[in-house]
């Protein structure tokens, strides 16, 4: 078994929000992604775009979800 540490590309594929670490580069990725879009509104929205694709992780999915759940609340 291999000793390393490093990331896998499934890793890479997924957002662990139990991390702060993951969790504060998702909305700073996010907000930098998206310019209008402020790291704060992501970080209120983050939980409840979660919780919609839950129990899934993906990166991919996450982003679509906070997007979707940004522009709901847009109208």
Known sequence: MSDDKGNTSQDRRAVA?????ERRHFIEQFA????GITEGAVEEVLDEAAAK????????ELTKAV???IGSQDR
């Not at 929000?17 to 670490?21: Q, Y």
């Not at 930098?32 to 310019?35: M, N």
């Open 17 to 21: 929000l139990s991390e702060d670490h």
């Open 32 to 35: 930098k992604d998206h310019p």
């Open 53 to 60: 694709i839950a129990p899934s992780e993906d990166r991919q």
């Open 67 to 69: 997007e979707e759940v």
